[in-house]
């Protein structure tokens, strides 16, 4: 088990990496996955500093040949896993891969899926072009974001060695007859406690040609949106259409001060707590339990916290049972912390 820990948490730090790739590394890693896969070595390996640049350079190419990706990633990919499977049986695969690739499974495709619309945004200009651009990006080696099957396969074997090794050293990257293009890292990367890409200051995923993505808990925002964060008052949040983004304003503003400074009257109050309701036009209300912890700070002060509870709360009874799992008539606590 403590082998298997240590490889997951070598592979999320593979998936999580950023700054400059070691080109010299990566470069001997993509003609050890060429010439595992029975092809010679790329003619030139072109570097790119984001997957948008790479896809610029790709769209541009003309001597490149074909891609080699099915020979080079798909195929062996699909070798090793049948015979790890036949070697271990349906039990023993479904329990290497829960113990290993499930578990940096999604934050590692949910950030490829991430990178791959941004760049066809900001690349598409019409529906042929969108389609161009989606191919390309369907072409590429994940590298570092391939990492949950890389964990998986890790030291059983060399026929993917050289996917390993351009993982643990650079980007994506796109391998054809005659060319490699291959990625550098982010140099930036910010995700919250979920694993879900967030930042409220500037951007979540950010490359060195300035490529970013901007997300706060994991949704995708805009630039400007969050520059205009630092200003927020109540009556702007209020005014704010996309009810996505209302939340997203509520959140980085803090329900506490929404209620204290818009004048938000208590909904519900008793022995366990204070129920309070911020009305939204065109959204769910939004529905609080104010609770005081029943043990003091080393400080002698009793901290106070805000729950979320569902929209049809009615008491504050009921919404703290709710985050117990029980109902407000089964609700009967000894000692409330």
């Keep these: 088990m403590n082998g298997t820990l240590t490889t997951v948490d070598r592979w999320r730090a593979v998936a999580a990496a950023t700054g400059t790739a070691d080109r010299t590394a990566a470069e001997a890693g993509v003609r050890l996955a060429y010439r595992t896969a029975g092809l010679a070595a790329p003619e030139r390996i072109v570097w790119a500093d984001s997957p948008r640049a790479a896809v610029g350079i790709l769209r541009e190419l003309t001597d490149a040949g074909r891609s080699v990706r099915d020979e080079v990633r798909t195929r062996p990919w699909a070798e090793e896993r049948r015979r790890v499977h036949d070697e271990l049986g349906p039990r023993g695969w479904t329990a290497l891969w829960t113990s290993t690739g499930a578990r940096l499974w999604d934050p590692a495709r949910t950030l490829a899926d991430r990178i791959r619309s941004a760049v066809a945004d900001d690349l598409a200009g019409t529906p042929v072009e969108a389609a161009a651009v989606r191919l390309l990006l369907l072409d590429a080696v994940l590298g570092q974001h391939d990492a ?23 980007g994506w990257w796109w391998p054809y007859e005659k060319v490699a293009v291959v990625c550098e890292r982010p140099v930036e990367l910010h995700r919250d406690e979920a694993g879900r890409l967030d930042r409220g200051d500037g951007p979540a995923l950010a490359f060195r040609d300035g490529f970013a993505l901007y997300a706060w808990r994991g949704m995708a925002v805009e630039e400007e949106f969050l520059a205009g964060l630092g200003g927020l008052t109540p009556e702007r949040i209020r005014a704010e259409e996309n009810a996505e983004l209302r939340r997203v304003m509520l959140e980085y503003y803090g329900y506490e001060r929404y209620l204290d400074e818009s004048g938000a009257r208590p909904v519900d109050r008793d022995e366990t707590g204070v129920l309070w309701r911020i009305e939204l036009a065109d959204d769910e209300d939004v529905v609080m339990v104010e609770v005081v912890n029943a043990t003091p700070e080393p400080d002698g002060t009793f901290r106070t916290y805000w729950l979320r509870v569902p929209p049809g709360t009615a008491t504050a009874r009921e919404g703290v049972a709710w985050t117990f799992g029980f109902d407000a008539a089964a609700y009967e606590p000894v000692v409330q912390t």
Excluded: C, I, S
């Design 148 to 170: 949950a099957w890389l964990a998986a396969f890790d030291g059983r074997g060399d026929r993917l060695a050289g996917l390993a090794a351009v993982a643990e050293h650079a």
